[in-house]
């Protein structure tokens, strides 16, 4: 195996899957206590059937947390800042003393066990308030709401925390405009123009995010963070290959921006035909030269896509729209197809394009697990599926390091169950530990190690050896 000394192993979450605690030391509400499926369905108000309002307790036992992640031997743990615990409204002109308070002691308690935190800074939880006055992103007073929260976790977190994440998956606003960027318009009305001067706001507030940590603290590592939608054409139809090409614009555009520091050479053609006139200002030109020290993304799965949208047996995948079956790939029992040297594919993509260091944020299997006695008065999981499938991406990521990718670290998504983002289910499992949490809210909330635990301790102890070609 080739991973380096100084590889980045460990495991993620994100803030609104797991904390719970939803109205506790005056948190404000975020876009997801209205959000009790998923993003498919939005509330008036928080209601009992979101499973997210209690999480799986993480604000009260996040010292049995990462207690458990360092028995596994994390050397970094990527987790969120809700947001809406700082500024409960997105608007106060002093931040929330307790939530911050809370945070305080997350980032020590992994510095107690030497684990590095990785922190993203809006991971699909913006202040409610934020998108009921505004409009999300779609307005450009976002930005320095955005900012002045970064200011006081910059200040507040110096010496302490050396990796940050502007946003989560920033891309995915292309497909679920209020989850990722806090636009109440439904889709089907949202016009290409808002979207994408929504997405301009997001950017220059990521290339000025980039620019203050910096000045702050010339240690910070800033990283954007997309959803690798890795596609490959259908059939080799020329027409096929096109429409591959365009998607893979569509979705890099983002990246190109935050890790280059100008739109791409395609933008010019991409704005015209979607009818799109972006208002950029010179002070906008200049806060985008202000580049990523890293790219980050999730990878789960690959997809297929057509220029022909008859053709083709359309996937599970719910974060994008109009991706077709690979008769090559197993799928999960999610329907997202399983390809794992897609990830040896997708580094290889973005180190071609970026030249700059890669980190895999997140990647995992989500599936139905069946707790069983571990012989020794406690429960397990025997959950082989989940280590087949990270066993085969972590060999594909070591082909990736000795094709020379420069990849700094790998983030196990959801290394404790949590509630699903697309979904909103509990079922939808990912984690290495389990919590006894059923889909109706009941449950002890225990926390019992599963077979995958033991097997991510070992690939850790080893940095790699013992993975299984
Ligand atoms: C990503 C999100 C995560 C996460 C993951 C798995 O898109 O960044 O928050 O949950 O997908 O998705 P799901 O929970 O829907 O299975």
Redesign the pocket.
Known sequence: MYFPENFLWGGAT?AN?CEGAYDEDGKGLSIQDVLPK?FKVITDGPTPDNLKLKGIDYYHRYKEDIAMFAEMGFKVYRFSIAWSRIFPTGEEAVPNEAGLKFYDAVIDECLKYGIEPLITIS??ETPLALAKKYNGWSNRIMIDLYLKYCQVLFERYKGKVKYWVTF??IN?ILHQPFMSGAILTPKAQLSNQDLYQAIHHELVASARAVELAHRIDPNYKVGCMI?AVTIYPLSPNPDDIIEVMRLDDENYLFADVQARGAYPYFAKRLFEEKGVQLEITDADREALTHTVDFVSF?Y?SSNCASADPTKGEPTGSN?TTNLKRNPYSKVSE?GWQIDPQGLRYTLNRLYARYQKPLFIA?NGL?ANDTLVPDGKGGFTVEDDYRIKYMNDHLVQVSEALHDGVDVMGYTA??CIDLI????AEIK?RYGMIYVDLNSDGTGTLARWRKKSFDWYKEVIATNGESLKV
């Open positions: 994100a899957q998923g991971h699909y989560n998956e995915s959803l999730s789960y974060m999610w997140e989500g998504w959801g699903s983002c697309s979904t939808k």
